[in-house]
């Protein structure tokens, strides 16, 4: 694999999973961060709509920890699939959604950082994906798992990346209609 291939994201060989951005769990978490991981992710979802990048979200416990908020729940394509593992490799039908579209690079956000993120992302590194972790979109309760977490995923080989990042990486180029709908989201 090329040192492109790894760090550079392909919109037709990209897509974006949300992992367990819940009501009940959203409750627990710090409320400017938890405003910051939303608005991020509700850009990634805008952008993945509008370039034709498959998206999907998890959700851990449903009866438990509840749905997907419904700001973001409403930009889905797809049903949330629920599952009671951590990793979301090992919830049901997952794996099937992943690998239906053959894209080999996963956009990943969402929480717990160092729980159901953090093992979701080596699972799919094991399984071959190319990870790459927006550290503005995912979160923890408390920042120093999310600290541990991101240190341990940049030791597995996870690409740790921004939403502007992921953003601009995935539209290349300036002047676009796309360019000019998209780019507006982070202004």
């Not at 700001?71 to 009671?84: D, N, T």
């Not at 979301?88 to 950082?113: D, H, P, S, Y």
Request: glycine share 6%; with cysteine.
């Amino acid at each position: 694999m090329t040192l492109l291939e790894r760090f550079f994201l392909e919109r037709e060989n990209a897509q974006l999973v949300v992992v367990d951005v819940q009501e009940k769990l959203c409750r627990a978490m710090d409320e400017k961060v938890l405003a910051k991981l939303t608005s991020n992710i509700s850009i990634l979802l805008d952008a993945a709509a509008e370039l034709g990048i498959p998206a999907l979200a998890t959700e851990q416990y449903v009866k438990g920890l509840g749905e997907t908020l419904p700001v973001l729940k409403e930009k889905l394509q797809a049903p949330s699939l629920e599952k009671m593992t951590f990793s979301c490799c090992g919830g049901e039908g997952f794996m099937e959604a992943l690998e239906k579209n053959g894209r080999r690079q996963v956009i990943l956000v969402g929480m717990e950082t160092h729980v159901c993120v953090l093992q979701t992302a080596l699972e799919l590194l094991s399984r071959g994906y190319v990870v790459h972790l927006v550290c503005d979109a995912a979160m923890s309760r408390r920042k120093q798992n999310w600290e541990i977490a991101i240190k341990t995923m940049t030791a597995a080989g996870v690409v740790m990346t921004s939403t502007e990042s992921v953003l601009f990486q995935l539209l290349r180029l300036a002047g676009t209609e796309e360019f000019k709908k998209l780019s507006k989201l982070v202004r």
